[in-house]
């Protein structure tokens, strides 16, 4: 049967022959589903040049035979390590891959010690990220319905912006609203923050109420159908001063700048450096105090990195944030974030969400 997920490990034993590996150990949960299906929360998928075998306990194995197709389910005696180490001694291969970004100090020394001196330990790091940057028409027709989940959610709430409510409250009905429209969850915890924490690019939801002439950041996405959304946006309750105004305008004038350097084959540090330059001109980078954008997919947070110097090439099918801001500590910060994708020829924005700024 030709699944996606078949063909995506066809991809991977591709590499594993390039890379003159015999397995690849496969211990990151979300590398697992896309490979196999499996959406357990114990377990590692061992991908040979031919076959597929994952190592889960009992709690799980039922779910993992009606999860996957064509992948050998074998379940775990002992330690997860000293399953996996076993079952690859017992295969008699030699050269075994494993991303160290991914697996412990302890976990690769149980695993040697399970496997004895037989097994050579190949570090091959980021082999199933370099697919996963890759999405396939399906994974970004669900991303698309994951954007437009988490714009409506950010539009609907707006009405709730209203002098004394508290942060956790709007955060709370923010995420109610995301499962009531079928998100299994927040692709993060969202942010919520008002007047002078708005200038906290990761500010957590507190019980601060709104006052009136505030800024405003609603940061949030959900996970629809395993994949994330991600979406910023800036309000102002009341009539926003003269140099709000000019900061948003300077944020939203980097933003468009960032998006517009967005194309098949452009390297990641130069989207950046378009939003730094817009900033730099009206005197306002020394406040934007992150990177422009990440990778987005299964993960939050994936490859590739828009950030200060990346030579990485951004490709078709790679979908990243665009999130500049200005953060001015005691005032208050802005930010406006979008998904974007990346085709052959073209850029598509997922995010469909007003950008002007929005005074309430």
Sequence with gaps: ???????????????????????????HPPDWYYLSGFTGESGALLVSRAYAIL????????????????????TQKGSLPESIGKLLLATGKKRVGFDPARVTVAEFRSLKKAAGQSIQWIPAPGLVNSLRMQKDPAELAQMRKAAILAGDVVSGVLKLLKPGVREFEVAGEIEHRMRKRGASGPAFETIVAFGERSALPHARPTAKRLRKNELVVLDLGAILGHYCSDITRTVYVGRAPARIRRWYGAVL???????????NGVPCGDVDKAARQVLAGHR????FVHSTGHGLGLEVHEDPRVARGQKRR??????????????????????????VVVHANRTEILTRVERDLIEL
Excluded: C, W
């Design 1 to 27: 049967m030709k699944t996606p997920f078949a063909q995506r490990r066809r991809a991977l034993q591709a590499q594993l022959a390039k890379e003159k590996l015999d397995y690849l150990v496969v211990t």
């Design 55 to 74: 190592v889960t306990d009992g709690r799980f194995t039922v779910q993992a035979r009606e999860e996957t197709s064509g992948v050998k389910i074998h």
């Design 253 to 263: 004038e980097a933003q468009a700048a960032a998006i517009a350097a967005v194309a």
């Design 284 to 287: 306002l980078e020394q406040y």
């Design 314 to 339: 951004l490709e078709p099918g790679n979908v990243i944030t665009i999130e500049p801001g200005v953060y001015v500590e005691g005032v208050g910060g802005i930010r406006i974030e979008d998904d």
